[in-house]
């Protein structure tokens, strides 16, 4: 990899993103340039840290309720969207925890530990300020690398065989279960459930239709929007509407944004760790941003010379942990776009929104689709810039926003969720499938289960099975081919040793350790 | 032996049921050759792992402590009520158009949590009003009818139900 081609592809995902449009205005038709893609760049870093700063609204959802609505924008667009409200929501989610004392994100937990210690102290300004230039370091780092490691990356995917793909979705599949919070065999069970969802619908390959109870709506399959819209917007709904929450402003006027000398000074080794370790654990199948605030933050505390002092309004807690989320929700896009597998829910949602545009998601993008490849990569780094424009002299504004109560929000998230999969196809009866899926949904998470590992599996289920086959039909039958095929054979034993890990009582309880503290 | 976990109890239920139906279901289904793989081959494996996953969690269930499952934590009204309302939406939308199925759908969702005050609400239906129909039908152009045009299929169903019964 020389300089010239990171060059040349940069300057390739530049032009994508300044691509200019000519159109006219409402009123005269008088054509007007507008930098379309930069537009909905700049959307998707208004709607995610609006939702991010709002607790009980999360990312999945959004992407989920914007999916449809995506159907009427170029590619280009509605993925450089979808990929602002992920790390614009990180953004977002640190100033409700800080202000409010109630993470806008789970990403954010444990940003309110010490954030919201340092507001109460009146250094609300300093906490604010740290955590989106960290944030922004962290994007910026992890976008380079992105650069950098997707190339590399996307030639030795080329050479996989359906073989190799099959047990490296096992071994995804496996790491969900691994980093799922809460009980592992529910986690379990919720992939096995989701892929057979996933397999509602007519057979691709034999034409035979599944589980489809000779319902007619369900022989094309159960669509991948009405799923998460259910699970994700309407169960969210039924559970938040009983949790009534109150929201404790510390002030709704910051004053003192800029950090002292001596704040930067502590801050910039946590940042750089924090950058590191988040970027580690996004490019993880089933990491992301929320397992790396929370890793971030014991390192923090271990590392500390000062550890009982944390919670008490240390720096550090909030410039690590700020770091690492944003650094990990940028890396988490690196499996998704050159392996075309999702890591965790959100970017399931990016490979819904592909699928939208009937772009097949895979190591083939790169070369065919060069333009939207390093135009979205080009893009998160404009959008982290917008972020921290958006986020330190507009504070302000969003935290007006959490003024307007959950009673109403759900309502139009309701609303959001149901005209959204209507239009869809124009379908009445889809809309009847996500009031389904809230209820299941909802006792899902009532029953220990979590939602997120049931759309990995609902989502990887059928393409797990093309690659099955196409596997069998190679090899002419033959089994061992999983076991011969030596990156087949890696990813199985990396996949069973993890297992065998998680399920030995020791590490277990280590385990359910890490997640408890912080 | 008393089970320590209601709700572990309760989630292998639902594995195993899930998993025994579609094995039920899927046992007819064609398995193919070891060469190409039928329609059956992955379903009925899903199906029994899922069986075993739930088996396992009952297993958990005897020996470990977890949360129980008592009714009382159940979101009874917000589940019913959104429930509804979602549904209302499917079935009018078609027939009565944006505006009165909006109304009614974010109606009944109001309903759903005993926080609702109907002031506030009635301005924040007004608004949601003027939204939907500025983004999805003037801005977007979808061809939703905007007013009532006909009469909702569930009622046309349940007339003829009742002349039949006559």
């Not at chain 1, 590399?152 to 065989?161: I, N, S, V």
């Not at chain 1, 000062?306 to 690492?324: C, D, H, N, R």
């Not at chain 1, 209820?439 to 599996?457: K, Q, S």
Request: aromatic share 10%.
């Amino acid at each position: 990899m020389d300089l010239g081609s990171i060059l040349a592809n940069l300057q390739l995902g530049l032009q994508a993103c300044l691509l200019i449009k000519w159109i006219p205005d409402p009123f005269f038709g008088v054509l007007i340039p507008i930098p379309i893609n930069l537009f909905w760049c700049l959307m998707g870093a208004v709607i995610g840290t609006a939702i991010g700063v709002l607790p009980g609204v999360g990312p999945v959802a959004t992407m989920a309720l914007l999916l449809p609505v995506t159907y009427f924008l170029t590619p280009e667009g509605a993925l450089i969207m979808l990929a602002g409200i992920y790390y614009g929501s990180q953004y977002g989610g640190s100033t409700t925890a800080i202000l409010v004392n109630l993470p806008g994100e789970a990403s954010s937990v444990v940003t309110a530990l010490d954030g919201y210690q340092m507001a109460r102290q009146g250094r609300a300004g300093p906490a604010l300020a740290i955590a989106a230039l960290g944030s922004f370091f962290a994007g910026t780092v992890a976008t380079v690398a992105i650069v950098l490691a997707a190339p590399p990356l996307t030639k030795l995917a080329q050479q996989f065989t359906p073989a190799d793909y099959c047990s490296l979705m096992i071994l995804g599949l496996v790491f969900a279960i691994v980093l799922a919070r809460g009980s592992v065999i529910n986690a379990i069970g919720a992939i096995f459930l989701g892929m057979l969802l996933g397999l509602v619908g007519t057979d691709v390959n034999t034409g035979n239709a599944r589980f489809t109870f000779g319902i007619q709506d369900l022989f094309d399959g159960i669509g991948f929007v009405p799923v998460a819209m259910g699970v994700f917007g309407i169960a969210e709904i039924i559970a938040n509407m009983t949790n009534v929450d109150r929201r404790d402003l510390v002030s709704s006027k910051v004053s003192g944004l800029w950090p002292t000398r001596e704040d930067f000074r502590r801050s910039i080794a946590p940042v750089l760790r924090g950058t590191f370790l988040g970027g580690l654990l996004g490019i993880l199948p089933g990491g992301g941003a929320i397992l790396a605030s929370f890793s971030s933050y014991s390192v923090e505390k271990k590392l500390s010379k000062t550890p009982e002092k944390f919670g008490t309004g240390m720096i550090e807690g909030v410039a690590g942990p700020e770091s690492a989320n944003n650094a990990a929700a940028q890396t988490s896009f690196i499996p998704m776009l050159t392996l075309g597998i999702p890591s965790n829910a959100v970017m399931a949602m990016m490979i819904g929104g592909m699928m939208v545009h009937g772009i097949v998601p895979g190591p083939q993008i790169m070369e065919q689709k060069p333009g939207l490849f390093w135009g979205m990569i080009v893009s998160m780094w404009i959008g982290n810039l917008m972020l921290v424009v958006l986020n330190l002299p507009l504070i302000g504004i969003w935290v007006r926003m959490l003024l307007v109560p959950y009673r109403l929000l759900a309502i139009a998230i309701l609303f959001f969720c149901c005209i959204g999969v209507y239009s869809l196809n124009n379908s009445a009866n889809e809309v009847l499938i996500i009031a389904i899926f809230g209820l299941f949904g909802y006792v899902l998470i009532r029953l220990g289960c979590e939602p997120a590992p049931l759309l990995m599996g609902f989502l990887l289920g059928p393409m797990m099975e093309v690659y099955m086959r196409r596997a069998m039909l190679i090899s002419r039958g033959d089994p061992w081919v999983f076991v011969i095929s030596p990156l087949s054979a890696m990813f199985l034993l990396i996949a069973a040793l993890m297992l065998l890990f998680i399920l030995l009582p020791t590490i277990r309880k280590s385990r359910e350790k890490a997640f408890q503290e912080a | 032996m008393r089970f320590k976990s209601s709700q572990d109890i309760a989630a292998g239920m639902m594995f195993v049921g899930i998993g025994a139906l579609a094995l039920y279901i899927s046992a007819d289904y064609n398995m193919g050759s070891a060469r190409s793989p039928g329609t059956g081959v992955l379903p009925r494996i899903l199906s029994w792992c899922l069986i075993g996953t739930g088996v396992l969690v009952w297993i958990k269930a005897f020996l470990a402590d977890g949360p129980s499952l008592g009714l009382a934590g159940w979101a009874w009204r917000p589940v019913i009520m959104v429930t509804v309302a979602t549904v209302a939406f499917a079935l009018h939308v078609d027939s009565l158009g944006l505006v009165p199925t909006m109304v009614l759908a974010m109606t009944i969702a109001a309903l759903g949590t005993p926080e609702t005050r109907w002031v506030e609400y009635t301005l924040f239906c007004l608004l949601m009003l003027v939204v939907g129909w500025g983004m999805f039908i003037y801005a977007l152009g979808m061809p939703i009818p905007v007013w009532p045009g006909k009469i909702p299929d569930w009622i046309v169903a349940v007339r003829s139900l009742l002349k039949g019964g006559q």
